[in-house]
Nanobody, 126 residues
Framework: QVQLVESGGGSVQAGESLRLSCAAS????????MAWFRQAPGKEREFVAA???????YYADSLNRRFTISRDNTDKTGFLQMTRLESEDTAVYFC????????????????????WGQGTQVTVST
């Protein structure tokens, strides 16, 4: 059962930007920390960014501040603004949301998140 729905993926050239969106499939869903993960072919799913209900954001160190995560608690939507995209950013991007507040190292653990989307493909060409 799909609980989150991502959109905004696509194919771009290196250096361009994309904005991913994530929306709850049902207004009855209640969640706290939201996050984005990505999975490239042949690789494990990796943490990209997370944001608390109060807007505190966390990022993977490797992103070099190219991405910005945000959310709208009223609409239960989340966003990932990606700039200066690189070929290494090519992956399927997943939105995730937790049924509890997630802190510390747990932010980077997919098991901490209860709700997931099906993913959206981002392809960056050089």
């Amino acid at each position: 059962q799909v609980q989150l729905v991502e959109s905004g993926g696509g194919s771009v050239q290196a250096g361009e930007s994309l904005r991913l969106s994530c929306a709850a499939s049902s207004p009855s869903l209640t969640f706290y920390t939201m996050a984005w993960f990505r999975q490239a072919p042949g690789k494990e799913r990796e943490f990209v960014a997370a944001i608390s209900t109060s807007g505190i954001d966390y990022y993977a160190d490797s992103l070099n501040r190219r991405f910005t995560i945000s959310r709208d608690n009223t609409d239960k939507t989340g966003f990932l603004q990606m700039t200066r995209l690189e070929s290494e950013d090519t992956a399927v991007y997943f939105c995730a949301a937790a049924a509890r507040i997630v802190l510390g190292d747990d932010l980077r653990d997919p098991l901490a998140y209860k709700y997931w989307g099906q993913g959206t493909q981002v392809t960056v060409s050089t």
